[in-house]
T-cell receptor, first 117, second 109 residues
């Protein structure tokens, strides 16, 4: 069955290094979300796209984070430079919105577990 | 204060028992509500939507109280496989979902 895929599943990197996380949404879905989950903060929305256009990235630290959708099958989240406080699980989710405000389900990918030392 | 608040638990539940827990939300403009389930080290998955009239899905019952701004989830005849973290989710205008911190449920034999 169709699933959201994310790579890498695990990433350990040193402070200051660039980190790129990738997401392949479910084919046909027109919205993509990036979330970060930590024990302290829970699940936080970082950014979301509809039809590849960024609609909201207010939850994302602008100085070091960037999110893009080069095409409909790929979403990327980059952190440069990475810091230890960025250690978290980063989830991508996708959904299909047919009209504004309509209910739809967000399907989550398995997440990328990032550790910055 | 967080926009969506939940008791983190854990709720320790004997197998076969009933457990219920609430979630409060502060945004009165919230339009839609959901419960997601998240197993340990896994991604969240939609459990059920919450309708104004209350709704049931098998052993799970969800209720919404708009006046007091809370939603609830009740699990009857708990199974060991119900052990998970249950995330309360609210949606205001637009497509953004706001997640609560989750309530952890442990069902024990």
């Amino acid at each position: 069955d169709a699933r959201v895929t994310q790579t890498p599943r695990h990433k350990v990197t040193e402070m200051g290094q660039e980190v790129t996380m990738r997401c392949q949404p479910i084919l046909g879905h027109n919205t993509v979300f990036w979330y970060r989950q930590t024990m302290m903060q829970g699940l936080e929305l970082l950014a979301y796209f509809r039809n590849r256009a960024p609609l909201d990235d207010s939850g994302m630290p602008k100085d070091r984070f960037s999110a893009e959708m080069p095409d409909a099958t790929l979403a990327t989240l980059k952190i440069q430079p990475s810091e230890p406080r960025d250690s978290a699980v980063y989830f991508c989710a996708s959904g299909l919105v047919l009209r504004q405000g309509a209910f739809y389900e967000q399907y989550f990918g398995p997440g990328t577990r990032l550790t910055v030392t | 204060r967080k926009e969506v608040e939940q008791d983190p638990g854990p709720f320790n539940v004997p197998e076969g028992a009933t457990v219920a827990f609430n979630c409060t939300y502060s945004n009165s403009a919230s339009q839609s509500f959901f419960w997601y389930r998240q197993d340990c080290r896994k991604e969240p998955k939609l459990l059920m939507s919450v309708y104004s009239s209350g709704n049931e899905d098998g052993r799970f019952t969800a209720q919404l109280n708009r006046a007091s701004q809370y939603i609830s989830l009740l699990i009857r005849d708990s199974k060991l496989s119900d052990s998970a973290t249950y995330l309360c989710v609210c949606k205001a205008a637009g497509n953004k979902l706001t997640f609560g911190g989750g309530t952890r449920v442990l069902v024990k034999p």
